[in-house]
C-alpha cells in the first residue's frame, strides 16, 4: 500500500469522540452510562433559531455564497461584537467559519511558518497542539495550575516569550478548566506583548456567552492588541448549536482576505441557510440564552459542592464555561486508568485531564451539560467507585 503524508503521524484528535463511541458502544451492550465526557450542551437550539433555518431553506437559501460570510451577516456579527467587546469592527475584519475549529486551523496555515514558536495553554483544547505541530510549528506549553487557579503564569510567558514566537493562543472562560482570565491579567499580557510586535494572538472566546459572576473581557480592548488578535467565537456553546456548525472570526482585514481564501480551497463558503439561523441568533430573542447560563451555573454549584464531598478529590468551582476540572491527584491513580475504570466498573463517561496535554495529569474533565438527576447518579457512582481504587 502507498505510504500516507508523514504530517498524519503529527495530527491529534479529540479523546472526547473517542469516548463518547467507547460510552455509546456500552450503552449497546445494556449499561447504563452516565455522559460527562462531551463538551455540548443539552439543551435544544432554540425554537426562533430552528425556524429562521427552516424558513431560510424554503426562501432559497440554498446555493453557493461568498467564501467569507454573506454580507449582512458579517455585518451583523461586526456590530454584536463592536457592542459586546467595546472594539471597533468592520465587516471587512469577519470572516464566517462552519464551526469555531476552522478559525484556528485556517489562522494558523495563514501566520505559522516551520520552526515558528507557539505558546498555548496546557491543559488547553487539544486541536491547539494538534494543529501547531501539524504544520510544523513549535508547540511550547504554558502550564496551567490549580493552585493558580487555572489562570495563565505571566511570568512563565515573559520567560517563554522570543524573537521566535509568532503566536500566542489564549482562552478564556477555559477549556478543560473552566478558568478565566481576569482583567488585570490580560492588560498585564498586553503591556508584555507590546515588546514583540511580531507577535500574533488567537483569542479563543468561544465560551464568553458562559460567565457565572462576572463579564467577559477581551484582551483587544487594550492597545496595540487588536490590530494583531484573532478573535474566535460561534454560536455552538451560547445557542445550543454544535451540529449547525457555525463559527466566525474577527481578525485584521488583510489576515481576514488570506482566511477567506483558504476558505475558498477548503470548503467554498458557509452554508447559506445555516448563516440566516445564525442572524436569528444575534438579533433575535436572548432570554433562552439566559435560561441555559442559569442553569448551567445550578449544576455547576451542585456538582461542585458534591466532587468536594468525596474524599480524595478536591474541586474549585470554575468561572465559566461547562466544565470541571478536579484534582484526583490524592487518589494515585493515573488520570487515564482512572477515567477508562470510571467508564468501565463506574458507568460514568468523563476525560482524563491528560486528554488536554501532558500537564492534566491528576485531573479529570467532568462537563455538567446534563440534567441535575444525571449528576446525582454521576456523584453517587463516583463516590462508591473511590474506595475500590
Keep these: 500500500?502507498?505510504?500516507?503524508?508523514?504530517?498524519?503521524?503529527?495530527?491529534?484528535?479529540?479523546?472526547?469522540?473517542?469516548?463518547?463511541?467507547?460510552?455509546?458502544?456500552?450503552?449497546?451492550?445494556?449499561?447504563?452510562?452516565?455522559?460527562?465526557?462531551?463538551?455540548?450542551?443539552?439543551?435544544?437550539?432554540?425554537?426562533?433559531?430552528?425556524?429562521?433555518?427552516?424558513?431560510?431553506?424554503?426562501?432559497?437559501?440554498?446555493?453557493?455564497?461568498?467564501?467569507?460570510?454573506?454580507?449582512?451577516?458579517?455585518?451583523?456579527?461586526?456590530?454584536?461584537?463592536?457592542?459586546?467587546?467595546?472594539?471597533?469592527?468592520?465587516?471587512?475584519?469577519?470572516?464566517?467559519?462552519?464551526?469555531?475549529?476552522?478559525?484556528?486551523?485556517?489562522?494558523?496555515?495563514?501566520?505559522?511558518?516551520?520552526?515558528?514558536?507557539v505558546l498555548y495553554p496546557n491543559p488547553g483544547f487539544p486541536i491547539y497542539e494538534s494543529v501547531i505541530d501539524w504544520v510544523g510549528a513549535k508547540a511550547v506549553p504554558l502550564v496551567l495550575r490549580q493552585e493558580n487557579e487555572f489562570?495563565?503564569?505571566?511570568?512563565?510567558?515573559?520567560?517563554?516569550?522570543?524573537?521566535?514566537?509568532?503566536?500566542?493562543?489564549?482562552?478564556?472562560?477555559?477549556?478543560?478548566?473552566?478558568?478565566?482570565?481576569?482583567?488585570?491579567?490580560?492588560?498585564?499580557?498586553?503591556?508584555?506583548?507590546?515588546?514583540y510586535p511580531d507577535c500574533w494572538i488567537l483569542s479563543d472566546e468561544i465560551y464568553s456567552q458562559l460567565l457565572y459572576d462576572e463579564a467577559h473581557v477581551s484582551i483587544t480592548k487594550f492597545p496595540g492588541i487588536q490590530e494583531r488578535t484573532i478573535i474566535l467565537d460561534g454560536f455552538s456553546k451560547t445557542y445550543a448549536m454544535t451540529g449547525w456548525r457555525l463559527g466566525y472570526g474577527i481578525m485584521p482585514e488583510e489576515l481576514a482576505t488570506h482566511v477567506a481564501?483558504?476558505?475558498?480551497?477548503?470548503?467554498?463558503?458557509?452554508?447559506?441557510?445555516?448563516?440566516?439561523?445564525?442572524?436569528?441568533a444575534l438579533t433575535g430573542p436572548q432570554d433562552e440564552v439566559d435560561r441555559m447560563r442559569a442553569e448551567f451555573k445550578k449544576r455547576r454549584d451542585h456538582l461542585v459542592t458534591g466532587l468536594n464531598k468525596i474524599e480524595g478529590v478536591e474541586c474549585l468551582l470554575p468561572g465559566g464555561a461547562f466544565y470541571v476540572f478536579p484534582s484526583i491527584k490524592k487518589l494515585g491513580k493515573p488520570s487515564a486508568e482512572f477515567a477508562t475504570?470510571?467508564?468501565?466498573?463506574?458507568?460514568?463517561?468523563?476525560?482524563?485531564?491528560?486528554?488536554?496535554?501532558?500537564?492534566?495529569?491528576?485531573?479529570?474533565?467532568?462537563?455538567?451539560?446534563?440534567?441535575?438527576?444525571?449528576?446525582?447518579?454521576?456523584?453517587?457512582?463516583?463516590?462508591?467507585?473511590?474506595?475500590t481504587l
Excluded: W
Design 261 to 280: 481564501r483558504l476558505e475558498t480551497n477548503c470548503n467554498s463558503c458557509p452554508p447559506a441557510m445555516i448563516q440566516v439561523a445564525g442572524m436569528e
Design 341 to 387: 475504570r470510571l467508564l468501565d466498573e463506574g458507568g460514568v463517561a468523563a476525560l482524563s485531564g491528560t486528554a488536554f496535554g501532558r500537564h492534566g495529569e491528576g485531573h479529570l474533565r467532568f462537563s455538567y451539560a446534563n440534567s441535575i438527576d444525571n449528576i446525582n447518579k454521576a456523584l453517587e457512582r463516583l463516590a462508591a467507585f473511590v474506595p
Design 151 to 195: 489562570r495563565l503564569d505571566l511570568d512563565e510567558i515573559k520567560d517563554k516569550l522570543n524573537s521566535k514566537t509568532k503566536l500566542l493562543i489564549i482562552n478564556s472562560p477555559q477549556n478543560p478548566t473552566g478558568g478565566i482570565l481576569p482583567e488585570a491579567d490580560l492588560k498585564a499580557l498586553a503591556t508584555m506583548l507590546l515588546d
Design 1 to 117: 500500500m502507498p505510504a500516507y503524508a508523514k504530517a498524519m503521524a503529527r495530527l491529534g484528535t479529540e479523546t472526547a469522540f473517542e469516548v463518547l463511541a467507547r460510552a455509546r458502544a456500552l450503552e449497546a451492550q445494556g449499561r447504563d452510562i452516565v455522559h460527562l465526557e462531551i463538551g455540548e450542551p443539552d439543551f435544544d437550539t432554540p425554537k426562533n433559531i430552528v425556524e429562521a433555518g427552516k424558513k431560510a431553506l424554503d426562501d432559497g437559501f440554498t446555493h453557493y455564497g461568498p467564501s467569507a460570510g454573506m454580507p449582512e451577516f458579517r455585518s451583523i456579527i461586526a456590530n454584536y461584537i463592536a457592542e459586546d467587546r467595546g472594539i471597533s469592527v468592520e465587516p471587512e475584519n469577519v470572516v464566517v467559519t462552519p464551526g469555531g475549529k476552522p478559525v484556528m486551523f485556517y489562522g494558523m496555515l495563514a501566520l505559522l511558518d516551520p520552526g515558528d514558536e
